[in-house]
Nanobody
Framework: VQLQASGGGLVQAGGSLRLSCAAS????????MGWFRQAPGKEREFVATITWRGGSTYYADSVKGRFTISRDNAKNTAYLQMNNLKPEDTAVYYC???????????????????WGQGTLVTVSS
């Protein structure tokens, strides 16, 4: 599956953005989807994930209550709605897909076999 992330930009603290991840290729609906981010000088970190059925989600503590992950299997697209953005949310955001749907949520880089190119989110104070 090929992934294309979009929707990044510059926003003031407290503002909102919605990222999109368009998928093509294999059956999108059978993949758990995730969002990760990488701030300058830091390692890529987990943000959120949603199961292929779309009924279960899981978030990093740092974004819980502010970010919402969702998906539209008919449109082959996953989303990350980001509200109440903070300067520390500044990063390149990556979407990822995994065909492995296990008993627990996929939260590590190694669990995802497909990655998009990243979209930059900059939050000014």
């Amino acid at each position: 599956v090929q992934l294309q992330a979009s929707g990044g930009g510059l926003v003031q603290a407290g503002g909102s953005l919605r990222l999109s991840c368009a998928a093509s290729g294999r059956t999108f609906s059978r993949y758990d989807m995730g969002w990760f981010r990488q701030a300058p000088g830091k390692e890529r970190e987990f943000v959120a994930t949603i199961t292929w059925r779309g009924g279960s989600t899981y978030y990093a503590d740092s974004v819980k209550g502010r970010f919402t992950i969702s998906r539209d299997n008919a449109k082959n697209t996953a989303y990350l709605q980001m509200n109440n953005l903070k300067p520390e949310d500044t990063a390149v955001y990556y979407c990822a897909a995994t065909s492995i749907s296990g008993a627990s949520f996929a939260t590590t880089l190694a669990e995802y076999g497909y990655w998009g190119q990243g979209t930059l989110v900059t939050v000014s104070s």
